[in-house]
């Protein structure tokens, strides 16, 4: 009767949510904790800046282990479920009454009976990546409740449990540890790791930037570096939490030249629609070490929460010496700062001239740039400011076999891009009967060819994608399938087993396993396709297994043997 009960409240909620918000069961509940596993402490928190993108969550370490129960941290329902090989791995959504929702990543499982949900939405969609959304009387959950176990799913480096509380109908996730939702003690202070100064000159209306210095151990640095007239600055900075050793995630960022503010960002809590602009934070010739710039471009849409009065650039004025002084924040006010005396210089000024065949390219308005092999389509606001764009033909691979156009390198290889472009590459010159074969390949640091994708029209190819090295390919050779499991023999007990897949040229693009002329569940990852029986195929006896794996381009292969369980 009670659970009749729960489940009528929590339908009600869902169909008067603005009502729901304010007596919902769940409005006047405090958060309990995800998770029983003690001591708290932490991996990852908000905010970080995870190379492409902010962090949105809280991650909750679980002491190197999986299968920690999850609880509800609130009551609610569950109202939509992830299953992926990346990402989140097995994600669970959970609904609450006032408004909030809470998102757990990386599960180890659900519990049974959301299991047997998933379960059944993986074979209807035969497809081993489901995402859907369920009703509000499907799992409606108390607070404390478990509905799954903690794990190493997904896009995971090690067992921990990624927790995140989102506001705006999902679409906010919140910095929930700075809101003081769980107590935290945090007395350490942040680091700042580096400092590097960057020349900057906007002459002609397209900005040009080079590496002055990169100033490791910045807090006990004592020299004084000569400047060009304009520079920037960007920091290298993380931060430190009591009970763990994990770098973590800095708040605030706050420059200035003497005693005149430069620049100050504030990340608070980032939307979903505002995270690809992530790219226009970071330093580009630093992108993998994750520099903060001070440097503020026209196209970056984190303008509002970015005090940045120059546009973040330091203009010199005098021969003087100045000091530049930084300071890092956590989200409980723990801070470090360095000073860095600077002196203008004129031997810091220069600046090498654009290519002589490069192209202007505006930021606020679309580009195109044409040869006799390609096109490359910039749409409005895709650049995050104007640049002098190259074109460069690429020596030809050593493996070019199977290569029909010159290879382009497109961009210089630190110009980024906010939105995908449109690469396309002429096939008029390929005989009609190849022209199936075709698709555009990425060329890899290695020179390794990868699909970069292969929509056709009369007489092209085309594919969205950024900046990089690209060529226009045939692939005519049909993927390669190996059962690690010989023909007729016995499964173990839990009937798992495995197939090697392999696609030399465009990759897979498309695979399934059928047990006794019925999909199974199975997914690929790695180039091994796991296959998942369960108590419904075991019936001792030889199954018949067909294998049917299909490349980017279309062409297939398929294996059938036999295997007794």
């Known amino acids: 009767m009670i659970r009749a009960a729960k489940r009528l409240v929590l339908s009600v909620c869902a169909a008067l949510f603005s009502a729901a918000m304010s007596v919902g069961a769940g409005a006047q509940e405090k958060y309990g904790y995800p998770m029983e596993f003690r001591p708290i402490s932490f991996s990852g928190t908000y905010g970080e800046l995870r190379h492409n993108h902010f962090h949105s969550g809280v991650d909750w370490r679980t002491g190197g282990r999986t299968g920690e129960p999850l609880h509800a941290i609130k009551s609610g329902w569950i109202c939509r479920l992830y299953v992926s090989t990346g990402g989140y791995g097995n994600g669970v959504y959970i609904q609450h009454p006032d408004g ?90 942040p680091k700042i790791c580096r400092v590097g100064i960057y020349a900057y000159q906007d002459s002609t209306g397209i900005p040009q930037t080079r590496r002055i210095r990169m100033i490791n151990s910045p807090e006990s640095f004592s020299e004084t570096v000569p400047v060009p007239e304009m520079f920037y600055v960007a920091i290298d900075a993380v931060d430190f939490m009591e009970g763990t050793q994990a770098k973590l995630a800095v708040e605030t960022y706050k420059v200035w030249i003497d005693d005149k503010k430069v620049y100050e960002f504030n990340i608070g809590n980032v939307p979903y629609s505002e995270g690809h602009y992530f790219a226009c934070l970071i330093q580009n010739a630093e992108r993998g070490a994750d520099l903060v710039k001070t440097w503020c471009e026209p196209g970056n849409g984190l303008i509002r929460r970015i005090d940045a009065p120059e546009a973040g650039i330091i203009c010199l004025e005098d021969d003087n010496r100045h000091v530049v002084r930084i300071e890092v924040k956590d989200c409980f006010g723990n801070s470090s700062d360095c000073r860095i005396a600077v002196r203008r210089s004129v031997n810091a000024a220069s600046m090498p001239a654009p290519a002589s065949d490069a192209v202007p390219m505006l930021w606020y308005a679309p580009n195109i740039y044409i040869n006799d092999n390609l096109s490359l389509s910039v749409p409005v606001a895709a650049l995050p400011h104007s640049i002098y764009f190259t074109a460069e033909r690429q020596p030809m691979i050593a493996d070019s076999s199977n290569i029909v156009s010159p290879v382009w390198r497109l961009g210089d290889g630190s110009d980024l891009l906010l939105s995908p472009v449109t690469i396309r590459f002429n096939s008029g010159h390929v005989a009609d009967s190849l022209r199936q074969y075709l698709y555009v390949a990425g060329v890899g640091g290695d020179n390794h060819l990868y699909y970069a994708g292969g929509g056709q029209g009369d007489g092209f190819v085309e594919t969205s994608g950024h900046f990089g090295t690209y060529c226009l390919a045939l692939d005519r050779e049909s993927p390669q399938i190996s059962p690690n499991v010989a023909d007729g ?36 990852r790695g180039g091994r396709i796991q296959v ?34």
């Open 100 to 189: 909030t929702m809470s998102v757990y990543g990386h599960l180890d499982r659900f519990r049974d009976d959301v299991a047997r949900r998933v379960l059944q939405e993986q074979y209807d969609s035969r497809s081993w990546s489901v995402d859907f959304a369920l009703e509000p009387d499907e799992f409606p959950l108390e607070q404390g409740e478990v509905f799954g176990y903690s794990g190493n799913t997904g896009s995971s480096g090690g067992p921990h449990l990624h927790m995140e509380i989102r506001r705006e109908e999902g679409n906010l996730p919140v910095n929930y540890l700075a809101e003081g939702v769980y107590p935290v003690t945090d007395n350490t202070s």
């Open 489 to 524: 023999a016995k499964l173990p007990e839990n009937g798992r087993f495995s197939i090697n897949v392999h696609d030399a040229a465009s990759g897979i693009g498309s695979y399934s396993v059928e047990w006794d002329g019925e999909w199974i569940l199975c997914h690929l």
């Open 532 to 565: 998942f029986p369960d108590k419904r195929h075991k019936t001792s006896a030889l199954h018949n297994v067909t294998v049917t794996v299909a490349d980017h381009v279309g062409n297939s292969s398929t294996l059938s043997f036999e295997l007794f369980y």
